[in-house]
């Protein structure tokens, strides 16, 4: 009876583990899902605005270096963001897979 009671803490643990393990994953996902979104509002065109004046040219020039280099940063940020979803999902899993374990252990000890 021991065995069983000890299978069901651990199994109380796992299920808190696992459920931490996915809201991880939901907020990297999350973070992943806003940063590709403003890359996406970024576009990746160059203005095709004629400019009517040198201060316009000059204003288009800057705003096209400054788009080219927030989307350099937000490349960055997602390629990392990647990297970080792929290995909470796995962590993620893992935790799902014995939280589901340990509840079956838990539930067939009699």
Partial sequence: MKNRRELIKLANIAKVIRDAELQKL???VKAHNQTKTMLLQLGDQIAAVEPK????AILA????LWRLQRRIILNKALARQTAEMLN???RASKAFGR???LNKLSAEKD
Avoid: F, G, N, P
Avoid at 53 to 56: H, L
Avoid at 61 to 64: F, L
């Fill in 26 to 28: 939901a907020q990297t």
């Fill in 61 to 64: 020039e800057h705003h096209d």
């Fill in 88 to 90: 909470a999902k796995d």
């Fill in 53 to 56: 004046s040198i201060s316009d």
């Fill in 99 to 101: 939280a589901q374990s």
